[in-house]
């Protein structure tokens, strides 16, 4: 009987981990989606992106 009623007073985390995992991929999507429309119009930035991920573009 004790053991149920250790169970019921145990605090239950008020942020799981999966959520900070998610809001930190949701900031980096909407970081590059509002990059996006400035790395269109300007090539050289377009060339940088692409020189930080290992590519080459001429």
């Known amino acids: 009987m004790t053991g149920i009623k ?3 007073q145990q ?3 008020r942020w799981h981990a999966d959520y900070s995992v998610w809001f930190i991929w949701l900031t980096l999507v909407l970081v590059v989606i509002a990059i996006l429309p400035f790395t269109i119009r300007n090539s050289e930035v377009v ?3 692409a020189a930080m991920c290992g590519f080459t573009i001429n």
């Open 11 to 13: 605090a239950r985390p």
């Open 6 to 8: 250790h169970k019921e």
């Open 47 to 49: 060339r940088q992106i």
